[in-house]
């Protein structure tokens, strides 16, 4: 159980494009999900809440114009990257919890590569 | 702002030898979860501790949750090849936080 799903595993793209991240509990309802960005060989680093239904809440520094969020669903959540550029390049990682105090269960992650 | 410190930022082991990595909180928490990351993989979810105090065990892997709720430990006996990854502790707030802070990771390898 508590699968999540996250598309594509792998971006390449030229510098100016918008990327799109779905996120999908496949075996549960997330009330929240939660998108990572971890640099290589570093922490994850949280760039935002998403709860169903409502605005989701950025930590400080993250530019929401630049990374849409959308959770339209118990089980989708959508990253976009706009207009993304070189220094967009990392690894996103999203995650989903069914309530609060619950554990998070991860995606797979997508690597992004912005030339 | 919240903050959790983990130790070692790396450590190598001979398989077969025992490993431990700390976590330690700025502020008490609600509950501490902890992930192991494989090389080129995502968190995997190992286990959570809610208690003052508790510990559990996973086979080889003991966890333990500080009596006040700041600090918290994972131990490995006999590490063997298959522990390699990094270990991420991660902490819930206690003033009804919505999300974990994650502990900067400990990176074990293990030596055949």
């Known amino acids: 159980g508590a699968v999540v799903s996250q598309h594509p595993s792998r971006v390449i793209c030229k510098s100016g494009t918008s990327v799109k991240i779905e996120c999908r509990s496949l075996?549960?309802?997330?009330?929240?999900m939660f998108w990572y960005r971890q640099f290589p060989k570093q922490s994850l680093m949280l760039m935002a809440t998403?709860?169903?239904?409502?605005?989701?809440?950025?930590e400080q520094g993250v530019e929401k114009d630049k990374f849409l969020i959308n959770h339209a669903s118990l089980t989708l959540s959508t990253l976009t990257v706009t207009s993304a550029h070189p220094e967009d390049s990392s690894f996103y990682i999203c995650?989903?919890?069914?309530?609060?105090?619950?554990?998070?269960?991860f995606g797979d992650g997508t690597r992004l590569s912005i030339l | 702002g919240q903050q959790v410190m983990q130790i070692p930022q790396y450590q190598h082991v001979q398989e077969g030898e025992d490993f431990t990595t700390y976590c330690n909180s700025s502020?008490?928490?609600?509950?501490i979860q902890w992930y192991k990351q494989r090389p080129g993989g995502h968190p995997v979810f190992l286990i959570q501790?809610?208690?003052?105090?508790e510990v559990k065990k996973q086979k080889r892997l003991t966890f333990q949750f500080g009596e006040a709720k700041k600090n918290s430990s994972l131990h490995i006996t006999a590490t063997q090849t298959t522990d390699v990854g990094t270990y991420f502790c991660?902490?819930?707030?206690?003033?009804?936080?919505?999300?974990?802070?994650f502990g900067t990771g400990t990176r074990l390898t293990v030596i055949p």
């Open positions: 995650s989903a919890r069914q309530t609060f105090n619950q554990p998070q269960h």
């Open positions: 075996d549960f309802q997330a009330t929240t």
């Open positions: 998403s709860n169903e239904g409502s605005k989701a809440t950025y």
């Open positions: 502020t008490t928490l609600s509950n």
């Open positions: 501790l809610v208690k003052s105090g």
């Open positions: 991660a902490g819930q707030g206690q003033t009804g936080a919505n999300n974990l802070f």
